[in-house]
């Protein structure tokens, strides 16, 4: 039986295509982003790429970007690449909503 992965492609490019929303390291997420004390119970399960792809959801939701059906993320170094994989690992939001496509 075939299954239905209805989660947005996300994945690691140097360019975005038509159809695609950019997601920049620097820019949407950093990799050095401020953090309240550890184990703060609001910062504990969201890393900043898990934030940013949620924000870019609700942004395609609202209407406020153009509707997307795939996420390039532009990465600058290799911290960044593992925090986005961190996030569709970990994050509820994003993990339930994009999925990485190699």
């Known amino acids: 039986m075939t299954t239905l992965d209805m989660r947005v492609p996300l994945r690691f490019a140097d360019t975005v295509g038509d159809g695609q ?9 950093a990799t050095d982003a401020a953090r309240h004390p550890a184990g703060c119970a609001c910062c ?4 900043p790429a898990g934030v940013a792809l949620a924000r870019l959801l609700q942004d395609r939701a ?4 153009a509707f997307f059906q795939g996420v390039i993320a532009l990465t600058r170094t290799a911290a960044g690449r593992e925090m986005v994989r961190d996030a569709l690992r970990s994050d509820p939001v994003a993990s339930a909503c994009f999925r990485l496509e190699e």
């Open 44 to 47: 504990t399960a969201r890393n």
């Open 62 to 65: 609202r209407g406020r970007v």
């Open 21 to 29: 929303a950019a997601l920049r390291e620097g820019e949407h997420f």
